[in-house]
């Protein structure tokens, strides 16, 4: 499988202008509206959005599970959109690793914790001292060395969650998709499942991309990806406060390549924003108002409110 030699601007995981449609008897069912999408090399990103918002069909076809209709999909420099069957198998095999919401998906319940661990890389041809040793090396990084005997039956959600992220991680991915993670954990578990997830990021510089419905997972990371309608619509960042005391979170707004965004739904509802809305370039901001008269406050001149763009 041959990877494209230059990724855009250097960045894991590029998509521009993202197109995915489904036919459905007679009718075309439209996922993904032209999304953009960067994470960077090494990042831990979580991707959150509603059912129906297209977060599934994105995973599935960063995942190298399906093929975008329209649009750049970039992993790793491999061109998801140009692929055939035999480097989309060999894609999801070596480039990218999954962990499933499902705890029992993700292992093979009648091999213990080593040999589940060890089977990609079997699999893959490596020979078996290798295979041994990084088996032993990630089990040790996620904290169940100590039971890599066990059948997953014989361990808790969380423990089996930590043994899918060595086996994701078995043949050393660039990406590692995590799709739904905690959702069939404890807030306890949820919270070391992270815990692992930051410090394998850390450690083995695997880039990590969250897939979830539930904001407060969401908060574990630093960067959030909110998904509306089918594009990207907001992020929020998380950093340190200089200090290093307290974490601040700020939202964006996403702003796409031909200028569109989407307008978070709280701020459309109070405003009782419809169809269209009304502009005013400041000098280090812009103005929207509904299109309709307003009661006091700030408001766009007279000059500044035509309906039809001025020619200057």
Same mark, same amino acid.
């Given at each position: 499988?041959?990877?494209l ?13 993202l ?5 459905v ?5 439209v ?6 999408l ?11 959005g ?11 076809i ?7 209709t329209?649009g750049?999909a970039?992993v ?12 989309r198998?060999?894609?999801?095999r070596?480039v ?11 292992l ?6 080593e ?5 990609p890389?079997?699999?893959d ?8 040793? /990084? +088996?032993? #090396?990630? !089990?040790?990084? &996620?904290g ?6 066990e =059948?997953?039956?014989? $361990?808790?959600?969380?423990e ?34 992270f ?44 950093? /340190? +406060?200089? #200090?290093? !005391?307290?974490? &601040? ?7 796409? =390549?031909?200028?569109? $965004?989407q ?18 370039l ?19 001149r ?8 001025r020619?200057?």
């Open positions: 499988m041959k990877a030699d230059v990724q855009a601007d250097g960045a894991l995981v590029v998509c521009e202008n197109v995915k449609i489904y036919k008897a007679d009718l075309e069912v996922a993904l509206q032209g999304l953009d960067r994470v960077e090399r090494a990042e831990v990103v979580a991707i959150v509603a059912s129906g918002s297209g977060k599934s069909t994105l995973q599935n960063l995942g190298g599970i399906d093929t975008p329209a750049k970039l790793a420099g491999h061109d998801l959109a140009s692929m055939g069957p035999r480097e198998t060999d894609y999801r070596r990218v690793g999954f962990v499933w919401q499902q705890t029992s998906r993700n093979l319940p009648y091999l213990d914790v040999q589940n661990v060890e089977l890389m079997l699999l041809g490596l020979a078996r001292p290798r295979r041994l040793a /990084r +088996t032993r #090396d990630l !089990l040790r990084l &996620v169940m060395w100590e039971r890599a005997r =059948r997953p039956e014989h $361990l808790s959600g969380g089996q969650q930590r043994v899918a992220l060595a086996v994701a991680l078995a043949n050393e991915p660039a990406l590692l998709l995590a799709d739904e993670p905690t959702g069939e954990l404890d807030s306890q578990s949820a919270a070391e499942l815990g692992a997830l930051r410090w394998l990021n850390d450690q083995l510089g695997v880039t990590v991309i969250v897939l979830t419905h539930d904001p407060l997972v969401s908060g574990e990371v630093g960067r959030t990806v909110r998904i509306r309608d089918g594009r990207t619509a907001t992020e929020t960042l998380r950093r /340190r +406060t200089t #200090d290093g !005391l307290e974490v &601040v979170a700020e939202e964006f707004a996403v702003l796409d =390549r031909v200028g569109r $965004l307008l978070p739904h709280e701020y459309v509802t109070a405003l009782e924003l419809e169809r269209r809305v009304r502009l005013a400041e000098q280090d901001h812009i103005g929207v108002w509904p299109d309709r008269p307003t009661n006091g406050g700030s408001r766009p007279d000059d500044e409110t035509q309906d039809e763009p020619d200057d």
